[in-house]
């Protein structure tokens, strides 16, 4: 029997799979990529009894290839908070689906594990964008003001680390990041003792100075649209970038999109802040596109289809743009 873990390459999927680790520790080959890279289920060549745990990756985009395994017998633990679209039905399949605005996959880890191991899932909310959640629970995990802007902190810069159109562009490809991680059961420890976190924080404070000198290309009081350069710094900060526009302008929408080099960008949308719905939908309805209600994307948006992607943005949240 060969166990594999397979997850998000970003602070939801990496924080995830801590606190089922820690809790049940087990050898798995580890199977993780850039945050964009969700078709992960199809590089498993799964046999009869293997068992496979799926963390914080799309359902829907892995619909086939979990089926496959499924009939070949493997055992399938699967969590999630994006669209999954249908669910098969079958006695191997142990699913844990919650779509709702306001969750995250650590956060559905953490219910499961009765908060065994929640100091983590605070990290993976925070590095998730769900600030709310992730401050509730460290409260009522009896974590300090400045314990919990630490862990704050934290998830920012493990989710940042996902970002990027290849594993150049990363600082640590994921699956490095979660082998430093899983040591330290408690993530203060991690921040305090890790070397390497002091290397991540440095890039992400470099690589954040430069878009927050970033003007939007387009804007209004219902949402805004930024154009960002075929650059590293560009290509790692989008996401977070999204997330701290979706903070300071809580009653915008955001749309960010990074010049690929080839006809194409890759795009980053964040619903309002106030009212984390829409993200998704309006992303579906465009080739490569998914994600959740507050957060989605684009995997490649064609010139053409620049137009066009910036009238539904503005149909989906409103004003003219």
């Not at 934290?154 to 680390?161: F, H, Q, V, W």
């Amino acid at each position: 029997m060969t166990c594999y873990d397979i997850f998000n390459g970003d602070a939801d999927g990496i924080c995830s799979l801590q606190q089922l680790r820690l809790q049940y520790p087990r050898k798995a080959l580890r199977i993780s990529g850039l945050k964009r890279d969700i078709d992960l289920l199809q590089r498993v060549d799964a046999k009869e009894g293997d068992e496979i745990t799926v963390l914080d990756v799309s359902l829907e985009k892995n619909h086939d290839a979990l089926v496959e395994v499924l009939a070949r017998g493997a055992r399938v633990f699967y969590a999630d908070h994006h669209y999954a679209g249908d669910i098969p039905d079958s006695e191997f399949l142990d699913c844990h689906i919650d779509v709702a605005a306001n969750t995250c996959t650590s956060l559905i880890i953490n219910n499961l594990l009765d908060n065994a191991q929640g100091r983590w899932a605070v990290v993976g909310a925070y590095g998730d964008n769900f600030d709310q959640p992730a401050s509730e629970l460290g409260t009522s995990l009896g974590l300090s003001t400045t314990d919990l802007a630490d862990l704050q902190q934290l998830g920012i810069c493990l989710n940042y680390n996902g970002y990027g159109f290849e594993l150049e562009d990363l600082l640590f490809h994921p699956v490095d990041l979660f082998a430093l991680v899983h040591p330290f059961p408690n993530p203060m420890d991690f921040i305090e003792d890790e070397p390497a976190y002091a290397d991540l924080l440095a890039q992400y404070q470099d690589d954040m100075s430069r878009a927050r000198k970033a003007r939007a290309d387009s804007e209004t009081a219902a949402g805004a649209v930024y154009m960002l350069p075929n650059e590293a710094w560009a290509r790692r900060i989008v996401g977070v970038m999204g997330n701290d526009l979706a903070k300071q302008f809580p009653d915008r929408a955001h749309a960010l999109l990074v010049d690929m080099g080839d006809g194409h960008h890759r795009v980053s949308v964040r619903a309002p802040y106030n009212r984390k719905d829409g993200a998704d939908e309006l992303c579906r309805q465009f080739p490569s596109g998914g994600g959740r209600k507050a957060a989605a994307g684009i995997n490649a948006l064609a010139q053409s289809s620049l137009a066009t992607f910036i009238e539904k943005f503005n149909a989906q949240f409103g004003g003219a743009i």
